[in-house]
């Protein structure tokens, strides 16, 4: 799940040297010049070595689990993937690890489309120096399906191979429970048959692996590609002496859906690509990797990455003015004070296939969770489990927010206000159709018909959240805020930071009434939208408890399966306005803005490609640097 994405901040004031910076309304931010301890601490003149400052850690770095952007960002570079696109362009598809596109015309996808081979290449080596082979491709997609972690990017395997979401699904499939708490409780025979269909669905047929799919899937090949670190290419042999899924058909049950920490490669990694892990600091925030010597494609240029977590902006800013970072995470509103700063390099509108959406909890839990939602009742002093069930609040909350304002003021102009949950970018959108807008007449109207009436006259408290660091959030929810607590003097808000961990631990526990979350396309098409935000199985659908759920079932979950499988472009078309009417009538959650992109760097870093497709701000594999 994901936070897919990062987007905008706040307005700013420059006050001298110490860049003292102001939230939205005034409120000051907590800020400590100065640079922190670590290495390394001097100027980074050193064209071998490379500095990147983000802010958020990874949350893991098991391409079978991670599906946020800190974890992709490293799993990115250490492994690689059967396919890239050339020069970042989402049109040119080319082998990596694979030694050819299959295509209908060279033979190796069937006239059906639903039969596609992959030769694999010879002679590359993982970073234990053993030599990569179709098995150990064929293990990667099986052992990932198998492992399934709930939320998790393992849906893009069984949709397109078996027809379904999830292993559950898949269980059920073959005529067993969809519901079981325990995996052992399912019969070892129906274990057996799900199985059977995963080995089935993924073969290795001489030096190629053969990939069987339930129906034609057009964005198959690149959800493969690189980017997708769900479909970075694992080591077998290694795998098996690591503890993790010996290969086995009746075994594969002790590693269903662990949590991130009982998995393999949560910490550690082990892949083809051109850099190796060398240290995950935790204590220190800093992630190190190292040159891969035998990399099959040439050694990189750089020899050593620092990867970096600080989440105060004035710090990162200050390392790449003084030259002890070579590239930092900036939000779009710092980016006036970096324009036109001698050393630094600032790129702007980097296309973006994405968006930001304040997302709400249907079924929200009280228990463990009174720091947030105060009394668990509707009473002036919390907010009841169902608070956002109602579709009143969730309109109310919708037409509170200043969309314009935020675009022009925050992000400054720097992506297009969301018209629903398919990007702008993409066909299919709902662009110039009817969106909710910054309204506070109608958000006062819908409050007041929120609890038949009850909401009105008692009020609410709230606490949302955002992950520390990034500020953009932040500012969404005091526009929010702002906006909401005008309209009555009973509805109040706080927004309070939290460390980006124990965000995701929340998120993952379903815990949080209300949160932002972007999503960063998996592959460019529109399924990969309703499919994360609108369906019940979807990427969200966890997080936004089971109301949202059984609201997806009725009126989404048969729409969003029809659009993908459409023969026709119009027909296509066709269901896809019809998902973006139901998403406005429903008010399912809130998408905001579509961003554009952009990278700060010093002007001494050379190579830099850009890919809307990539999850990692940075492909160190192609990046040098030249210090005069």
Known sequence: MNSRLRIVLALVLVLAVGFAVYSYFGRNNDTENGVPSGEPQKMVTDENTFVYISI??????????????????????????????????????????????????????????????VPIRKGVKFHTGNELTPEDVEYTFERNMISDPVGGPIWMFFEPLLGVQSMRQLIASVGGPSDFTDINDVDPAI????????????????DAVVFKLAGPYPPFLQILAKGGSWASILEKAWMVEKGDWDGEPDTWAKWYDPTKEEMTLYEQANGTGPFKLQAWDRSGGQI????????????????????????????????????????????????????????????????????????????????????????????????????????????????????????????????????????NSLPFSNEGGEWYRHDLELAEQHFRQAFNGELWDKGFKLTVLYNTGNNARKTAAEILEYNIESINPKFQIEVQGMQWATYLGKLDAGSLPVFFMGWLADFPDAHNFVDAYLRSTGAFAGYCGEGLVELAKAEFDDLVAQAMQAPTTEEREALYQEINRKAYEYAV??????????????????????????????????LSKKVD
Not at 368 to 393: R, T
Not at 589 to 607: F, K, L, N, S, T
Request: charged share 25%.
């Open 56 to 117: 958020g850690e990874p949350d893991t770095l098991d391409p079978a689990y991670a599906y946020d952007t800190a974890s992709g960002e490293i799993i990115h570079q250490v492994y690689d993937n059967l396919f890239d696109y050339e020069g970042g362009d989402l049109n040119k598809l080319v082998p990596i690890l694979a030694t050819e596109v299959p295509t209908i015309d060279n033979g190796l996808i069937s006239d059906d489309g639903r039969t596609i081979k």
């Open 589 to 622: 959650a809130m998408p905001y803005i579509d961003p554009a992109d952009h990278r700060v760097m010093r002007d001494w870093v050379e190579g830099f490609v850009h890919c809307p497709a990539y999850s990692a701000k940075y492909d160190f594999y192609s």
């Open 288 to 423: 190190v990797l190292k040159r891969n010597d035998d990399y099959f494609r040439g050694p990189a240029e750089l020899e050593t990455v620092f990867v970096k977590y600080i989440e105060e902006y004035n710090t990162r800013q200050l390392m790449l003015q003084s030259g002890d970072a070579d590239a930092i995470y900036a939000d779009v509103q710092y980016l006036n004070q970096l324009r036109g700063v001698e050393g630094i390099r600032v790129l702007e509108g980097l296309e973006q296939i994405s968006n930001t959406v304040l997302l709400y909890n249907f079924t929200i839990p009280y228990e463990g969770n009174e720091d947030i939602v105060g009394s668990g009742k509707l009473d002036g002093n919390g907010i009841p489990s169902d608070f956002f069930a109602d579709i009143n609040v969730r309109k109310a909350f919708n037409y509170a927010f200043d969309y314009e304002r935020y675009l022009n003021e925050v992000a400054n102009g720097a992506g297009t206000i969301s018209t629903g949950f398919i990007p």
């Open 191 to 206: 274990r057996r048959a799900a199985f059977d269909k995963i080995d089935a669905a993924v073969e290795v047929e001489g």
